[in-house]
C-alpha cells in the first residue's frame, strides 16, 4: 500500500512528539540496566541511578504539555511527594516514592509487582529535572529521574501495603453494618461499620472475601488479583474514597446510608467531629466465700 506523504507528515509529527506525550517517552528509563542490577534505593549523589521501570508507548497523537513544569506536593500514604501536572493527572517523583512509602521494600518487589498491574513511568523532561534539583529533592548529579502517575502510585502502593488481608475487625454486637462496594481497579464488596469510624485512618470496612479491615481510603483500592489489571487508569485520588463508595442501588435503606457514608465524608474532611470510640461495658464478678460469682 503506498504510503502518502500527508499520513508520512502525520507519523513524522508523533514520531517528534511521542517522547514527550501523556505517555512518557519511547525508551526505557535507563538503557541496557537489566532487572537483576538494579540500584538500592538509597539515593545518593554520587551514586543515584533511577530505577529501571518499563515505559508506556501508546499511539496519542498530542502535543506535548508545556506548562508542567510546575512542582508542587501531593500526599501519598501519609508523605507528601513533589509531582507535576502533565494533562490533568499528578506524577510524582519516584525516587521520593521509592525512598518514604516504599522504602521498605526492595525494587525487586517493586518490579514484580508494576509487572503484574502493567504499571509504567515515563520520564521527567530536563525541566522538571532542573526544577526538582534546584529545589533540593534531588541530588545535583542526578541524571535523569522517573515520573509515576498519582493513580499508579496509588494502586502500586495499596498492592504492596494493603495486598495481604489486614486484621478483622471487632465491631460491637449489634452495631449498625452498610453494605458498601466499589468498581476501581476491578471490583470489591464489604460491610462499612461506621461507629468505628473514629478517624482519618480508622479501619472500618471489612472486606467480603478477604474479611480483613481497611478504612475507607484503603478499602477503595483494595482489589483481589485477576479482576483488571489491563485498562488505562487515570484521574484516580483514593482521598475522594466517597465519590467511590457506594451502596447497592437495590437496597431497601439505600437512601438512610448514604447520608451516613457523607456524614463520614464531612468527618473525614474535618467538618464534623469524629465519633468517640465506643467502649464495651465491662462486666467484673466478686468471688464470694461460697464458690459463686456476682456480676455487678
Known sequence: ME???????????????????????????????????????????????????????????????TSCSERSETILEGEAISCFVVGGERRLCLPQVLNSVLRDFSLQQINQECDQLQI???????????????????????????????????????????????????????????PVYHECFGRARGLCFPELYTGKSARCVECEDCQGGFSPQQFVCHVHRDLENRTVHWGFDSANWRRYLHVPREHEQREQ???????????????????????????????????TTHSF
Not at 120 to 136: A, D, F, I, M
Open 3 to 65: 504510503v502518502t506523504p500527508h499520513l508520512k507528515s502525520v507519523l513524522k509529527n508523533y514520531q517528534h512528539s511521542a517522547t514527550k506525550s501523556l505517555q512518557g517517552p519511547g525508551l526505557s528509563l535507563v538503557a541496557g540496566v537489566a532487572k537483576n542490577e538494579l540500584p538500592s534505593p538509597e539515593i545518593k549523589e554520587e551514586e543515584f541511578v533511577p530505577a529501571s521501570f518499563p515505559v508506556q508507548q501508546v499511539p496519542i497523537l498530542t502535543t506535548p504539555d
Open 120 to 178: 509504567y513511568c515515563s520520564r521527567c523532561t530536563p525541566e522538571q529535572l532542573n526544577v526538582l534539583k534546584n529545589q533540593g529533592i534531588l541530588p545535583s548529579g542526578a541524571p535523569s529521574c522517573g515520573l509515576i502517575t498519582k493513580t499508579d502510585a496509588e494502586r502500586l502502593c495499596s498492592a504492596l501495603l494493603y495486598g495481604q488481608a489486614g486484621s478483622a475487625l471487632r465491631p460491637r454486637k449489634g452495631a449498625l453494618s452498610i
Open 257 to 291: 446510608y448514604l447520608k451516613i457514608l457523607d456524614e463520614m465524608r464531612e468527618q473525614y474532611e474535618g467538618k464534623v467531629a469524629f465519633p468517640a470510640p465506643v467502649v464495651e461495658p465491662v462486666i467484673k464478678r466478686k468471688q464470694t466465700r461460697f464458690g
